[in-house]
């Protein structure tokens, strides 16, 4: 039988002719850079990595050191895009290495990928780490602090907010005055911009011990609100909140309760079922405690719960807050059944609305764990320092200020219980306290 001539072509174009041409492909370094790029462009992600991978591990012939610069941030953004953080920062330090030695270590062209570095060490969860390539680029950018202030600026704002969630406080609240100084520069003092970096700065100020300088910072943010918003706003509730909060820590309980009066009074012009309402009666429970009057100070912090649970329901999480500052002052009281009660209740509404390690659930747990060991369970209250030391690592390493607190008690728990390991264990802990202790001063 014979085979018809027009088959007989194909069989020989599959057989000896395709092999031949896939023979002669070229795998150079530039020819796999090129198709890399393209398949880039297509948004053929998978398939551009592989080219651009090949492309930098050919060993004859390899990519001009400009060809490398651009694979590896091609790279980098490959693996941002897929979620593989890790990967990313390798290709970012790769990249960052090669352009260093095009540019030379002082040249201000590295600074956006210092700038990358550091966001994929955030992504990464290396907090702690991403604070160098920031700090970088700022010195990098320092000649030119004439042209590149709003450049600059940008950077001292990821700089601070990046060193206020890795426990670097005094960083953190060096960039943001240095910030909001450019912001003020660029804007002018009445601009509305303004505000969250008073804010950022009044938190880390409190976080400082530096309650002075933070009641003047929420000072100046009231002011501001009162030129924008008008003095009667509702606005300048938040500031009020604040102001009264620190006024009573500063021990000015008469200057404190006419915050609160203030307060009040706008919230009820709004409606008197405003849901702050509860707030404002729980800032009267702060300061009639701060005055050594808990039976005063349990009535409002009732009276706020139950406006809580008539506005917004008894899950609400302002509902579960209350509830934990509740056994906080009946724990004082020495009132341990029922501050457990409230501190059972208050954790179980915050593990339902927030995130495990949401610093509002860990203060939870420190609480909780605060009530166990009054009531002298040992093992209770041990296991809830032990979460609450967890989360803090999981949250900014483990050096992180607020890890010094939890970490005593955790100590005293274990010496408490007694026994050797327990009092081993114990004894280290403390030494780790003063060690993150001295590390924050």
């Not at 060490?121 to 700022?138: I, N, T, W, Y």
């Not at 911009?193 to 009044?202: F, S």
């Not at 010496?415 to 780790?432: D, F, P, Q, S, T």
């Amino acid at each position: 039988m014979s085979i018809p001539s027009p088959f007989l072509r194909v069989l020989v174009l599959l057989l000896v002719v395709a092999p031949a041409v896939l023979a002669q492909r070229d795998d150079s370094a530039e020819a796999r850079f090129e198709r890399g790029k393209k398949a880039f462009d297509r948004m053929e992600v998978e398939g551009a990595r592989e080219e651009l991978e090949a492309a930098l591990a050919v060993t004859e012939g390899p990519l001009a050191a400009p060809r490398k610069l651009e694979a590896e941030r091609l790279l980098g953004l490959i693996a941002q895009y897929a979620q593989r953080t890790a990967d990313a920062v390798t290709w970012n330090t790769r990249a960052l290495a090669t352009l260093t030695g095009i540019e030379g270590v002082k040249s201000p062209a590295l600074v956006p990928l210092l700038v990358e570095l550091a966001r994929s060490l955030k992504d990464d969860g290396q907090l702690p780490e991403s604070l160098a390539p920031l700090e970088r680029a700022l010195v990098l950018l320092a000649p030119a602090a004439e042209t590149e202030g709003e450049r600059i600026a940008a950077i001292r704002f990821d700089l601070a907010r990046s060193a206020k969630l890795a426990g670097r406080r005094e960083l953190a609240l060096d960039n943001f005055l240095l910030y909001l100084a450019a912001r003020e520069k660029a804007l002018g003092p009445d601009s509305g911009d303004l505000a969250y970096p008073l804010e950022q700065i009044a938190a880390l100020q409190i976080g400082l011990g530096r309650k002075k300088d933070a009641l003047a910072t929420w000072e100046r943010w009231m002011a501001l609100f009162e030129k924008l918003k008008g003095p009667k706003s509702p606005a300048l509730c938040r500031g009020l909140d604040a102001t009264s909060r620190l006024r009573i820590a500063l021990g000015d309980a008469d200057g404190a309760e006419k915050d609160v009066q203030r307060w009040l009074s706008l919230l009820l012009k709004v409606t008197v079922e405003h849901p702050e309402i509860a707030t404002a009666e729980h800032r009267f429970s702060m300061l009639e405690d701060a005055r050594g009057n808990h039976e005063e100070a349990l009535r409002h912090l009732d009276a706020a719960l139950l406006q809580t649970r008539k506005i917004r329901g008894p899950g609400a999480l302002a509902f579960g807050k209350f509830q934990l500052d509740r056994a906080d002052l009946l724990r004082r009281m020495k009132r341990l059944d029922e501050a457990l009660a409230a501190a059972e209740t208050g954790c179980a509404i915050l593990v339902k609305k927030r995130a495990g390690d949401d610093v509002e659930v860990v203060l939870g747990f420190l609480e909780r764990g605060r009530v166990h060991l009054d009531r002298e369970e040992w093992d209770l209250a041990a296991a809830d320092f032990r979460r609450v030391t967890g989360s803090w690592e999981r949250i900014g390493g483990p050096k992180h200020p607020a890890l010094a607190e939890p970490l005593g008690f955790l100590a005293t728990a274990l010496e408490k219980k007694g026994g050797e390991e327990a009092a081993k264990e114990a004894a280290a802990l403390r030494g780790r306290v003063k060690e993150i202790e001295a590390a924050a001063r």
